[in-house]
C-alpha cells in the first residue's frame, strides 16, 4: 500500500490531491494499523475510509464486536474525514446491513447507524436512559459489545483514575436520582461536574451487573457530567436518569414551594450581611416587593 500511494502522489504531484480513499478488510487489530499508515501516507490529508469490514469474521457476532470497535475509533480520529461500511446485502454475508426483506436493516445494519458521533455539539436530555458509549470525551476507556441483557456497547476503565464525559441539556432543575448499570472490579464511582466539583459517589462491589443508584442536583441549561471509575475493569453498560424533586425558584427552605418561611430565610440573610456599624440599613423596597408578590403567589402553587 505505501509504495503505490507514495509513488502515485510523486507522479501526481502532491498539491493537486485533497484525500485519499482506503479500503480496509482486516480484523480490527490490522484495521488500527493499516489506519495509521494510511494517516503517515495522507501526510495531514483527511483519509477516507471508502470501504471496511472484517472479510474473514467466522460470524455475525464477530462481526459486530469488529464494527463497535473499529467505527467508535474512527469516531474519535479527527484525521478520518468519512467513512462507509462494505456493503449494503451481499449473499448472507456476516457483514450485510440489510436483510432480504426491501429496506430492512439486519441486526448488524442497526448497530451501523445507532452507534454514537462523540460529537460536542450533541447534547443529551436526562429524562431517561443514556447508553454508555454515548460519551463526547473519554480518557483510559475501551468499547465492546454489551454483555449486559440489554444495550450494544459496554465501556470498560482500562487503568485507575478513567473516567468519560457526557453532554446533558437540563431543562427542569432539581434533584435527580441516577441509575448506574455497573460490573465488573470493585472501586469508587463518582460523578463530577463541568467544573470537576464532586457530586455523588458510591463504591461498586466486584461481580456481575447490577443497577447502583445514587443522587445528584442539576441546574437548569447545558451541563456536563463526567463519570469517574477508580480503578481498571470497572464496567458500564448506561446512565439512567429520573428527577425525583424539582428546584422551584424562591423555595429557599426547600420545602416544595415558596411561601413566608422562605421570606424570613431572604430577611434573616440580610440582615447577617448587614455590618455592624449600620444600624439603620434597610431591605431595598422595591426587592422585598417583588419576592413577597413571588411568595405569597407561590402559596398556591405546589409541586
Known sequence: MGSFVEDFLAYSGSNTVDSIGYHFYGNSDEFSWLLGEAKRLNSGRPVWVTEFNWSAAPDVDSQVDYMIQVVDQMENDPDVEA???FKERGAGTTYDLLNANAGELSWLGWIYVNMPVHD???WYRPNGRLQA????EKNGMSIATSGDIDGIAEMASNQSGS???YNIFVEEAGEYEVSLRLAGQAGMVRLRDGDGQELDGLYM?????????LTIDLETGYNTLRLALQNAGQLVNWIEFELISALIPGDLDGDGFVG???LDIVLNNW???TPSSD??????????LVFTFVAVAGLAVRR
Request: hydrophobic share 30%; net charge negative.
Open 83 to 85: 467513512y462507509a461500511w
Open 120 to 122: 460536542q455539539d450533541v
Open 133 to 136: 458509549e454515548r460519551y463526547v
Open 163 to 165: 473516567w468519560l464525559d
Open 205 to 213: 462491589y466486584e461481580g456481575g451487573w447490577r443497577t447502583n443508584t
Open 260 to 262: 413566608l418561611n422562605d
Open 271 to 273: 440582615n447577617t450581611g
Open 279 to 288: 444600624t439603620t440599613a434597610t431591605p431595598e423596597p422595591a426587592s422585598l
